[in-house]
């Protein structure tokens, strides 16, 4: 009987130990694979779960939450450029397949990584290098697809593959650069020009109305002084002096007091002309000779005009009799 009593917290601690090794606690966003006698018997999720002691045993705790794979590949594009792609690639174990996922792969990452170096090295070789930059989301996409196509049938789902980074070879980077700047610069110089087109343009036309202003004021200029030298032709005539030798008079006149203002000025360019009272005097003879000459030549004319005139009509009236 003290036998028993003795034996009795034996008893009561060996199952107490049986009944702790048949309990266990799974994590939240965790499965745990339970085998019995190393055949698959049960996935228990989160929270408190039982197994039968010495029969069943743990054979992994698989996480169902989203990871994330980086894989680098070097491949070549189209026009000959060889590149290194950086991929992103999400995925997780889908709740209803997380046997297979266990069972089916033993290195999900290495199954991962080689369609992405597949998928990756059969489209990139058809673009060229600039396509490659302008079409990541293409290529993204379809390593999701095929990643997707793949990895159902073992368990895991994709959730999104990212192209991350495209490097060039460096060689590649500096030339890219070099038409960029070049671009660039041809742009700056188009604009360049047009401004200075505009500014010539804005110029010339600035000339011309300088011109046309120009001109119209000496126009003003000369329309005043015809005045002012009728106005003294008449002043000359009321005191017997004829048009003619006030026209004379006139010139003469202006011909010292251009004189005067030359002397007057400093750093002028003076043209030095006969200016004795005789070498006045013969000027002034040899301007009236012009005048008179010019005189009866533009009275010659207006004759010689009427002439044919005349000789015109009665041609026209020969011809009409």
Do not use: C, W
């Given at each position: 009987?003290?036998?028993l009593i003795?034996?009795?917290p ?13 309990v ?5 966003q965790?499965a745990?694979i339970?085998?019995?006698f190393?055949?698959f018997?049960?996935?228990k ?7 039968i ?13 989203i990871?994330q794979?980086?894989?680098?590949v070097?491949?070549k594009?189209k ?17 209803e397949s ?7 792969l033993?290195?999900?990452?290495e199954?991962i ?12 070789p058809?673009?060229r290098?600039?396509?490659?930059f302008?079409r990541?989301d293409?290529?993204a ?9 793949a ?10 593959a ?5 490097d060039?070879?460096?060689e ?21 020009a047009e401004?200075?087109?505009?500014r010539?343009v804005?110029k010339?036309k600035?000339?011309a ?6 001109g ?6 000369r329309?005043?002084i015809?005045?002012?030298l ?6 000359l005539?009321?005191?017997g002096?004829?048009s003619q030798?006030a026209?004379?008079?006139i010139v ?10 030359m002397?007057?000025?400093s ?7 006969p ?8 000027m ?5 000779t012009?005048?008179?000459a010019?005189?009866q030549?533009?009275?010659s ?7 044919k ?5 009665v041609?026209?009236r020969?011809g009409e009799?």
């Open positions: 009987m003290e036998g003795t034996g009795f034996i008893l009561a601690f060996l199952a107490l130990m049986v009944i702790f090794m048949g266990f606690t799974v994590k939240q965790t745990a339970v085998e019995r190393g055949k018997q049960s996935i999720f989160a929270g408190l779960q039982f197994k002691p010495f029969v069943d045993r743990i054979a992994a705790k698989v996480s169902l939450k990871q794979l980086d894989v680098m070097e491949t594009t026009d000959d450029v060889f590149v290194k792609l950086k991929v992103s690639v999400q995925y997780h174990i889908l709740k997380i046997h297979e996922a266990f069972y089916k033993e290195n999900p990452h199954q990584t080689s369609y992405v170096f597949d998928t990756i090295r059969a489209e990139v058809k673009m290098l600039d396509e490659v302008e990541k293409d290529i996409n379809a390593i999701r697809r095929e990643l997707s196509e990895m159902n049938s073992y368990g895991y789902g994709i959730i999104k990212l192209v991350t980074d495209i060039p070879d460096m590649v980077k500096k030339a890219m650069n070099r038409i960029n700047a070049a671009e660039r610069e041809k742009v700056a110089a188009e604009y360049e401004a200075d087109r505009i010539i804005a010339a600035a000339e109305e300088s011109k046309r202003l120009q119209r004021g000496i126009a003003d200029q329309r005043e015809a005045k002012g009728e106005e003294s032709v008449e002043v005539n009321q005191v002096i004829n030798e026209s004379a008079l003469v006149t202006q011909h010292y007091d251009t004189l005067q203002s002397g007057e000025a750093n002028s360019n003076l043209i030095l002309l200016n004795s009272p005789s070498s006045g005097s013969d002034l003879s040899q301007m009236v012009s005048f008179a010019s005189q030549l533009g009275e004319m207006k004759l010689g005009n009427k002439d005139v005349k000789e015109k009509v041609l026209r020969d009799e």
